[in-house]
């Protein structure tokens, strides 16, 4: 079946859409600061990715400048690493690797290897250095853990490119790549300074964490869908593992919108049966896995010079 024959399917979430009202000057601010530092290649496909809008649309309206920033400024360098280490090198490349352990030598002593370039250290160190100014401690602790869960999920899916996933296999993986896990504790701190170190490890927030992950990676893999076929060694993804499993391209397709649509259910029966049992802390980081739910969601269906390939208008 050709891209023009594909139909988009209709995904949901039902949470309420949050704007932060400065959109257009944290993009700015957001382009400024990858000019100052990306190649030009990258900083097109930076700008292609609306990082302003990501931010605008799953941070507290009421969130202040200075963490505005320092997310917007994450972004950009998480999506600059990613394109370069990730998304465009061959499944067997060394740099991939390299380039992974060193910018983990940078979350734990600020000092990588050089495999990933001086320009892009650098950069993560001073990402690290904004973080650390608008964070608590054990925000920027949890921050430091959810990278280090992404970087080496990434590892493990490119080497999953060699073979076959079985589907649950792929998605334990593709949940923890997607890096909404490290974006959560700058969504929270958005909503309150006041969510402890404890809170968000409620057992049942922590249910609640896997259902957004999963929505937003599953939700994810169907935009991106045209997008990573292009990418050097093929890219495995919800809907063509599916494929690969004897569904039809847009039997697939169809299955992991449902598969996203699924989870937003989930984490809606979950969340209704726990009110009561919550502190008002608690309840903001279930704020912010909705704002994350709502607000990814609805910017991929802006970000389309990113999603390119789609004919059918997202819905």
């Known amino acids: 079946m050709t891209a023009a024959a594909l139909t988009m399917p209709v995904m949901h979430v039902p949470f309420p859409a949050t704007r932060h009202p400065d959109l257009e000057r944290i993009e700015a601010d957001a382009m400024a600061w990858a000019a100052e530092r990306l190649d030009p290649v990258s900083l097109d496909r930076v700008r292609k990715t609306l990082v302003g809008t990501y931010v605008s649309f ?8 200075p963490l505005l920033d320092a997310y917007a400024h994450f972004l ?27 910018a983990l030598a940078v979350l734990d002593t600020r000092h990588g290897t050089g495999a990933a370039g001086e320009g892009i250290e650098r950069a993560l160190t001073e990402v690290m250095d904004e ?40 998605k334990a993986l593709r949940r923890c790549s997607v890096a909404i896990y490290p974006c959560l504790p700058l969504v929270e701190a958005s909503h309150s300074a006041r969510i402890s170190s404890s809170d968000p490890h409620h057992p049942m927030i922590e249910e609640l964490r896997v259902h957004c ?27 063509t593992v599916y494929q690969a499993h004897g569904l039809t391209a847009q039997e697939a397709i169809d299955r992991a919108a449902a598969d996203a649509n699924v989870e937003v259910l989930a984490f809606t029966r979950k969340q209704t049966a726990i009110p009561h049992q919550l502190t008002p802390a608690q309840q903001l980081c279930i704020d912010a896995m909705q704002s994350c739910m709502r607000g990814v969601l609805d910017w991929q269906k802006t970000a389309t010079a990113r999603y390119t390939g789609w004919t059918s208008p997202a819905r």
């Not at 941070?59 to 400048?65: E, H, I, L, M, Q």
């Not at 999963?214 to 809907?239: I, K, M, R, T």
């Open 58 to 65: 799953t941070a507290s309206p009421d969130c202040a400048r």
């Open 76 to 102: 950009v360098w998480g999506f600059w690493f990613d394109d370069l280490f990730v998304d465009d090198v061959e499944p067997d490349a060394p740099e991939h690797i390299a380039a992974i352990a060193s």
């Open 131 to 170: 973080l650390e100014a608008v964070l608590t401690p054990s925000q920027m602790s949890r921050w430091r853990q959810e990278m280090h869960v992404w970087f080496c999920a990434m590892a493990f899916q490119n080497a999953m490119r060699k073979q076959t996933p079985a589907i649950e296999e792929y």
């Open 213 to 239: 992950a999963n929505q937003v990676a599953w939700a994810n893999d169907v935009f991106s869908y045209h997008l990573e076929q292009g990418h050097p060694g093929g890219f495995w993804n919800l809907p």
